[in-house]
Protein backbone atom coordinates (compact mmCIF):
# COMPACT_ATOMS: atom_id res chain seq x y z
CA UNK A 1 0.00 0.00 0.00
CA UNK A 2 1.99 3.27 -0.80
CA UNK A 3 2.72 5.42 2.23
CA UNK A 4 1.94 2.74 4.57
CA UNK A 5 5.54 2.97 6.15
CA UNK A 6 4.74 6.84 6.80
CA UNK A 7 1.70 5.64 8.33
CA UNK A 8 2.95 2.58 10.42
CA UNK A 9 5.98 4.96 11.68
CA UNK A 10 3.46 7.02 13.43
CA UNK A 11 1.66 4.63 14.99
CA UNK A 12 2.30 5.00 18.34
CA UNK A 13 1.47 8.77 18.71
CA UNK A 14 -1.77 8.25 16.84
CA UNK A 15 -3.05 5.30 18.73
CA UNK A 16 -5.62 8.00 20.74
CA UNK A 17 -6.64 5.94 23.78
CA UNK A 18 -9.81 8.06 24.05
CA UNK A 19 -10.79 6.88 20.79
CA UNK A 20 -10.16 3.07 21.82
CA UNK A 21 -11.66 3.26 25.41
CA UNK A 22 -15.48 4.90 23.82
CA UNK A 23 -15.19 2.01 21.33
CA UNK A 24 -14.63 -0.31 24.04
CA UNK A 25 -17.93 0.96 25.79
CA UNK A 26 -19.72 0.67 22.95
CA UNK A 27 -18.63 -2.92 22.07
CA UNK A 28 -19.26 -3.95 25.96
CA UNK A 29 -22.67 -2.53 25.77
CA UNK A 30 -23.31 -4.55 22.80
CA UNK A 31 -22.31 -7.76 24.83
CA UNK A 32 -24.94 -7.15 27.62
CA UNK A 33 -27.73 -5.67 25.69
CA UNK A 34 -31.15 -7.29 26.56
CA UNK A 35 -32.52 -7.86 23.05
CA UNK A 36 -29.10 -6.33 20.53
CA UNK A 37 -32.03 -6.24 17.60
CA UNK A 38 -33.70 -3.56 19.38
CA UNK A 39 -30.95 -1.15 18.96
CA UNK A 40 -29.22 -2.66 16.13
CA UNK A 41 -31.76 -2.50 13.12
CA UNK A 42 -32.47 1.60 14.44
CA UNK A 43 -28.68 2.02 14.20
CA UNK A 44 -28.19 0.03 10.52
CA UNK A 45 -31.66 2.26 9.32
CA UNK A 46 -29.61 5.50 10.76
CA UNK A 47 -26.65 5.12 8.87
CA UNK A 48 -28.17 3.80 5.37
CA UNK A 49 -29.52 7.34 6.00
CA UNK A 50 -26.72 9.27 6.65
CA UNK A 51 -24.21 7.70 4.34
CA UNK A 52 -27.01 7.65 1.42
CA UNK A 53 -26.83 11.60 2.30
CA UNK A 54 -23.23 12.37 1.81
CA UNK A 55 -23.95 11.12 -1.74
CA UNK A 56 -27.19 13.41 -2.13
CA UNK A 57 -29.99 11.41 -0.69
CA UNK A 58 -32.63 13.43 0.81
CA UNK A 59 -34.40 10.80 2.49
CA UNK A 60 -34.48 11.08 6.09
CA UNK A 61 -35.11 8.22 8.95
CA UNK A 62 -38.51 9.35 9.13
CA UNK A 63 -39.44 8.78 5.32
CA UNK A 64 -37.36 5.20 5.57
CA UNK A 65 -39.78 3.82 8.54
CA UNK A 66 -42.65 5.24 7.73
CA UNK A 67 -42.28 3.65 4.13
CA UNK A 68 -42.06 0.39 6.12
CA UNK A 69 -45.31 1.11 7.59
CA UNK A 70 -47.21 2.95 5.06
CA UNK A 71 -47.02 2.95 1.46
CA UNK A 72 -47.60 6.28 -0.81
CA UNK A 73 -44.67 7.74 -1.25
CA UNK A 74 -44.12 9.81 -4.53
CA UNK A 75 -42.28 8.23 -7.48
CA UNK A 76 -39.02 10.06 -6.93
CA UNK A 77 -38.94 9.10 -3.09
CA UNK A 78 -39.85 5.84 -3.51
CA UNK A 79 -36.28 5.52 -5.45
CA UNK A 80 -34.85 7.54 -2.43
CA UNK A 81 -36.36 5.36 0.13
CA UNK A 82 -35.36 2.28 -2.04
CA UNK A 83 -31.43 3.40 -2.25
CA UNK A 84 -31.43 3.40 1.37
CA UNK A 85 -33.30 0.38 1.83
CA UNK A 86 -30.62 -1.43 -0.43
CA UNK A 87 -27.94 -0.24 2.00
CA UNK A 88 -29.94 -1.93 4.85
CA UNK A 89 -29.96 -4.85 3.09
CA UNK A 90 -26.40 -4.90 2.08
CA UNK A 91 -25.21 -4.28 5.14
CA UNK A 92 -26.75 -6.96 6.70
CA UNK A 93 -25.63 -9.85 3.85
CA UNK A 94 -22.31 -8.39 5.05
CA UNK A 95 -22.80 -9.13 8.80
CA UNK A 96 -24.29 -12.43 7.68
CA UNK A 97 -21.28 -13.10 5.83
CA UNK A 98 -18.75 -12.20 8.44
CA UNK A 99 -19.52 -15.66 9.96
CA UNK A 100 -16.99 -16.95 6.81
CA UNK A 101 -14.35 -14.68 7.75
CA UNK A 102 -11.69 -13.33 6.35
CA UNK A 103 -13.52 -9.67 4.45
CA UNK A 104 -12.89 -9.99 0.32
CA UNK A 105 -13.31 -8.59 -2.78
CA UNK A 106 -15.90 -11.59 -3.71
CA UNK A 107 -18.14 -9.96 -0.45
CA UNK A 108 -17.10 -6.49 -1.67
CA UNK A 109 -18.93 -7.29 -5.02
CA UNK A 110 -21.36 -9.11 -3.02
CA UNK A 111 -22.60 -6.28 -0.87
CA UNK A 112 -22.44 -4.03 -3.95
CA UNK A 113 -24.61 -5.77 -5.92
CA UNK A 114 -27.34 -5.69 -3.11
CA UNK A 115 -26.83 -1.64 -2.83
CA UNK A 116 -27.23 -0.88 -6.31
CA UNK A 117 -30.22 -3.07 -7.80
CA UNK A 118 -33.21 -1.22 -8.65
CA UNK A 119 -31.83 2.37 -7.99
CA UNK A 120 -30.01 4.85 -9.76
CA UNK A 121 -26.90 3.44 -11.17
CA UNK A 122 -28.05 -0.02 -11.05
CA UNK A 123 -27.43 -0.07 -15.00
CA UNK A 124 -23.32 0.33 -13.93
CA UNK A 125 -22.32 -3.04 -13.41
CA UNK A 126 -23.75 -3.59 -9.97
CA UNK A 127 -21.38 -6.37 -8.62
CA UNK A 128 -18.62 -6.07 -10.82
CA UNK A 129 -15.38 -4.23 -10.51
CA UNK A 130 -15.18 -0.89 -13.18
CA UNK A 131 -13.93 -1.79 -16.55
CA UNK A 132 -13.64 1.85 -18.10
CA UNK A 133 -12.19 4.50 -16.20
CA UNK A 134 -14.29 7.13 -13.70
CA UNK A 135 -13.54 10.09 -11.73
CA UNK A 136 -14.50 12.88 -8.90
CA UNK A 137 -15.39 16.48 -9.22
CA UNK A 138 -18.02 18.76 -10.94
CA UNK A 139 -20.89 16.67 -13.06
CA UNK A 140 -19.44 18.45 -15.96
CA UNK A 141 -15.87 17.55 -15.38
CA UNK A 142 -13.22 15.29 -17.08
CA UNK A 143 -10.59 13.59 -16.40
CA UNK A 144 -8.20 16.19 -17.63
CA UNK A 145 -10.71 18.16 -15.47
CA UNK A 146 -11.34 16.12 -12.45
CA UNK A 147 -10.39 16.63 -8.68
CA UNK A 148 -8.89 12.96 -8.37
CA UNK A 149 -8.72 10.25 -11.43
CA UNK A 150 -8.60 7.02 -9.57
CA UNK A 151 -5.80 4.33 -11.49
CA UNK A 152 -7.15 3.20 -14.64
CA UNK A 153 -4.67 -0.38 -15.85
CA UNK A 154 -3.26 -0.56 -12.37
CA UNK A 155 -6.50 -0.85 -10.19
CA UNK A 156 -7.08 -5.07 -10.33
CA UNK A 157 -3.48 -4.85 -9.12
CA UNK A 158 -4.12 -2.22 -6.55
CA UNK A 159 -7.49 -4.43 -5.45
CA UNK A 160 -5.32 -6.80 -4.88
CA UNK A 161 -2.88 -5.11 -2.52
CA UNK A 162 -5.95 -3.43 -1.44
CA UNK A 163 -7.32 -7.37 -0.20
CA UNK A 164 -4.12 -8.57 1.45
CA UNK A 165 -3.58 -5.96 3.41
CA UNK A 166 -7.13 -6.49 4.72
CA UNK A 167 -5.62 -9.83 5.71
CA UNK A 168 -2.68 -8.44 7.87
CA UNK A 169 -3.13 -9.36 11.54
CA UNK A 170 -1.29 -7.71 15.11
CA UNK A 171 1.22 -5.57 12.88
CA UNK A 172 -1.13 -2.34 13.29
CA UNK A 173 -3.81 -0.85 15.45
CA UNK A 174 -7.27 -1.82 14.40
CA UNK A 175 -8.33 1.37 14.31
CA UNK A 176 -5.36 2.70 12.42
CA UNK A 177 -5.81 -0.19 10.14
CA UNK A 178 -9.42 0.58 9.25
CA UNK A 179 -8.48 4.01 8.89
CA UNK A 180 -6.41 2.97 6.34
CA UNK A 181 -8.49 0.65 4.48
CA UNK A 182 -10.97 3.04 4.12
CA UNK A 183 -8.94 5.69 2.31
CA UNK A 184 -7.13 2.94 0.50
CA UNK A 185 -10.49 1.66 -1.11
CA UNK A 186 -11.77 5.58 -2.04
CA UNK A 187 -8.96 6.01 -3.92
CA UNK A 188 -8.87 2.82 -5.66
CA UNK A 189 -12.94 3.78 -6.31
CA UNK A 190 -13.19 0.18 -7.93
CA UNK A 191 -16.86 0.56 -9.27
CA UNK A 192 -18.97 3.26 -11.69
CA UNK A 193 -21.27 4.12 -8.55
CA UNK A 194 -21.53 3.46 -4.75
CA UNK A 195 -18.27 4.04 -3.96
CA UNK A 196 -18.52 6.09 -0.99
CA UNK A 197 -21.74 4.08 0.67
CA UNK A 198 -19.35 0.68 0.01
CA UNK A 199 -16.27 2.21 1.88
CA UNK A 200 -18.04 3.91 4.56
CA UNK A 201 -20.11 0.12 4.92
CA UNK A 202 -16.20 -2.04 4.95
CA UNK A 203 -15.64 0.25 8.43
CA UNK A 204 -18.30 -1.39 10.44
CA UNK A 205 -17.71 -5.04 8.69
CA UNK A 206 -13.92 -4.34 9.59
CA UNK A 207 -14.53 -3.58 13.01
CA UNK A 208 -16.63 -6.24 13.63
CA UNK A 209 -14.56 -9.00 11.96
CA UNK A 210 -11.67 -7.67 14.27
CA UNK A 211 -14.14 -8.14 17.12
CA UNK A 212 -13.95 -4.49 17.90
CA UNK A 213 -17.24 -4.36 18.02
CA UNK A 214 -19.90 -7.18 19.34
CA UNK A 215 -22.62 -5.89 17.48
CA UNK A 216 -22.92 -3.24 14.47
CA UNK A 217 -23.59 -0.33 16.53
CA UNK A 218 -20.56 2.07 15.73
CA UNK A 219 -20.97 4.25 12.27
CA UNK A 220 -19.23 7.30 10.95
CA UNK A 221 -21.63 8.13 8.45
CA UNK A 222 -23.19 10.83 10.90
CA UNK A 223 -19.70 12.29 12.07
CA UNK A 224 -18.19 12.09 8.27
CA UNK A 225 -21.39 14.07 6.97
CA UNK A 226 -21.57 16.66 9.62
CA UNK A 227 -17.85 17.18 8.53
CA UNK A 228 -18.54 16.70 4.93
CA UNK A 229 -16.04 19.08 3.60
CA UNK A 230 -13.21 18.08 6.10
CA UNK A 231 -13.82 14.64 5.10
CA UNK A 232 -13.45 15.11 1.33
CA UNK A 233 -10.39 17.25 1.48
CA UNK A 234 -8.20 14.97 4.00
CA UNK A 235 -8.91 12.03 2.00
CA UNK A 236 -7.43 14.04 -1.46
CA UNK A 237 -4.95 15.23 1.02
CA UNK A 238 -3.52 11.90 1.12
CA UNK A 239 -3.62 11.18 -2.54
CA UNK A 240 -1.72 14.35 -3.32
CA UNK A 241 0.18 15.10 -0.07
CA UNK A 242 0.63 11.71 1.96
CA UNK A 243 -1.45 13.64 4.95
CA UNK A 244 -1.93 10.81 6.49
CA UNK A 245 -1.43 12.20 10.20
CA UNK A 246 -4.29 14.34 9.19
CA UNK A 247 -6.28 11.67 7.98
CA UNK A 248 -5.57 8.80 10.62
CA UNK A 249 -6.47 12.07 13.10
CA UNK A 250 -9.76 12.95 11.75
CA UNK A 251 -10.79 9.36 11.65
CA UNK A 252 -9.95 8.33 15.32
CA UNK A 253 -11.42 11.90 16.23
CA UNK A 254 -14.82 10.27 14.50
CA UNK A 255 -14.86 6.53 16.47
CA UNK A 256 -14.22 8.99 19.39
CA UNK A 257 -17.42 11.13 19.01
CA UNK A 258 -19.11 8.56 17.44
CA UNK A 259 -19.05 6.05 19.87
CA UNK A 260 -19.56 8.34 22.65
CA UNK A 261 -23.02 9.49 21.14
CA UNK A 262 -23.68 5.53 20.23
CA UNK A 263 -23.48 4.88 24.17
CA UNK A 264 -25.41 8.28 25.26
CA UNK A 265 -28.27 6.88 22.36
CA UNK A 266 -28.12 3.21 23.47
CA UNK A 267 -28.52 4.04 27.24
CA UNK A 268 -31.69 6.47 26.36
CA UNK A 269 -33.03 3.80 24.28
CA UNK A 270 -32.60 1.62 27.19
CA UNK A 271 -33.71 3.52 29.87
CA UNK A 272 -36.82 4.31 27.40
CA UNK A 273 -37.87 0.69 27.19
CA UNK A 274 -37.69 0.22 30.68
CA UNK A 275 -39.71 2.93 31.25
CA UNK A 276 -42.23 1.72 29.22
CA UNK A 277 -42.29 -1.77 30.55
CA UNK A 278 -43.33 -0.86 33.73
CA UNK A 279 -46.29 1.36 33.18
CA UNK A 280 -47.07 -1.82 30.68
CA UNK A 281 -46.69 -4.61 33.40
CA UNK A 282 -50.21 -5.77 33.54
CA UNK A 283 -50.99 -5.37 29.97
CA UNK A 284 -49.23 -8.28 27.90
CA UNK A 285 -50.32 -7.71 24.80
CA UNK A 286 -49.02 -4.05 24.74
CA UNK A 287 -46.10 -5.09 26.14
CA UNK A 288 -45.41 -7.66 23.35
CA UNK A 289 -46.21 -4.58 20.84
CA UNK A 290 -43.85 -2.05 22.28
CA UNK A 291 -40.34 -3.73 21.83
CA UNK A 292 -41.78 -3.69 17.33
CA UNK A 293 -41.88 -0.23 18.14
CA UNK A 294 -38.16 0.37 18.70
CA UNK A 295 -37.61 -1.43 15.71
CA UNK A 296 -39.75 1.11 14.05
CA UNK A 297 -41.73 3.87 15.97
CA UNK A 298 -44.63 4.28 13.60
CA UNK A 299 -47.74 2.04 13.90
CA UNK A 300 -51.05 1.30 12.48
CA UNK A 301 -53.70 -1.01 13.54
CA UNK A 302 -52.57 -2.82 10.48
CA UNK A 303 -49.26 -3.40 11.70
CA UNK A 304 -50.23 -4.26 15.16
CA UNK A 305 -52.45 -7.14 13.74
CA UNK A 306 -49.88 -8.46 12.11
CA UNK A 307 -47.22 -8.19 14.38
CA UNK A 308 -49.52 -9.76 17.39
CA UNK A 309 -51.40 -12.06 14.91
CA UNK A 310 -54.42 -11.04 16.52
CA UNK A 311 -57.86 -9.71 15.35
CA UNK A 312 -58.40 -6.64 13.86
CA UNK A 313 -60.79 -5.26 17.10
CA UNK A 314 -58.16 -6.56 19.39
CA UNK A 315 -55.28 -4.89 17.74
CA UNK A 316 -57.15 -1.56 18.04
CA UNK A 317 -57.71 -2.13 21.55
CA UNK A 318 -53.56 -2.73 22.38
CA UNK A 319 -52.88 0.59 19.86
CA UNK A 320 -55.47 2.35 22.67
CA UNK A 321 -53.51 0.82 25.31
CA UNK A 322 -50.31 2.79 24.43
CA UNK A 323 -51.77 5.44 23.23
CA UNK A 324 -53.60 6.23 26.82
CA UNK A 325 -50.22 5.37 28.14
CA UNK A 326 -48.64 8.20 26.58
CA UNK A 327 -46.57 6.09 24.26
CA UNK A 328 -47.95 6.66 20.90
CA UNK A 329 -49.47 10.09 19.74
CA UNK A 330 -52.11 9.58 16.55
CA UNK A 331 -50.29 11.57 13.60
CA UNK A 332 -52.63 11.43 10.62
CA UNK A 333 -56.20 13.38 11.61
CA UNK A 334 -57.98 10.99 10.19
CA UNK A 335 -60.67 8.89 11.21
CA UNK A 336 -59.79 5.96 9.01
CA UNK A 337 -56.22 4.69 8.29
CA UNK A 338 -54.83 5.54 11.24
CA UNK A 339 -50.59 6.39 11.94
CA UNK A 340 -49.41 6.06 14.99
CA UNK A 341 -46.02 7.54 16.38
CA UNK A 342 -43.71 6.82 19.11
CA UNK A 343 -42.20 10.56 18.75
CA UNK A 344 -39.82 9.71 22.11
CA UNK A 345 -38.05 6.68 20.47
CA UNK A 346 -37.48 8.28 17.18
CA UNK A 347 -36.35 11.43 18.49
CA UNK A 348 -34.17 8.63 20.64
CA UNK A 349 -33.07 6.66 17.54
CA UNK A 350 -32.40 10.54 15.53
CA UNK A 351 -30.73 11.65 18.66
CA UNK A 352 -32.93 14.63 18.88
CA UNK A 353 -33.48 17.11 22.37
CA UNK A 354 -34.73 14.53 25.56
CA UNK A 355 -38.50 14.91 25.40
CA UNK A 356 -40.11 16.14 28.38
Known sequence: ??????????????????????????????RHLPNPHLLIAPYVRREAVLSSRIEGTKTNLADLLLEEVEAGASEQAESEV?????YVVALDHGIRMLAKPPL???????????LMKGVRGDSATPGEFRQSQNWIGTPDSTPATATYVPPPEQMM????????FLHIRDRIP???????????????????????????????LFLIERGRLSQPLLYL?????????????????????????????FFLAGVAE???????????????????????????KALALLDHLFLNPYMSVARAERVLKVSNPTARQVVRVLEQKGMLEEITGRSWGRL?????ILEAIEGSPEAP
Open 174 to 204: DLIQCALMHEQFEAIHPFLDGNGRIGRLLIT
Open 258 to 284: TAREGVRRASRLMGLRERFQKRLRERP
Open 340 to 344: YLARP
Open 157 to 164: EALSDWER
Open 1 to 30: MSCLDSALGRKRDLADLEALGEECELSGLG
Open 104 to 114: SLRLVREIHER
Open 82 to 86: REVRN
Open 221 to 249: SAYFEAHRQDYYDLLQRVRTHGDWHGWIR
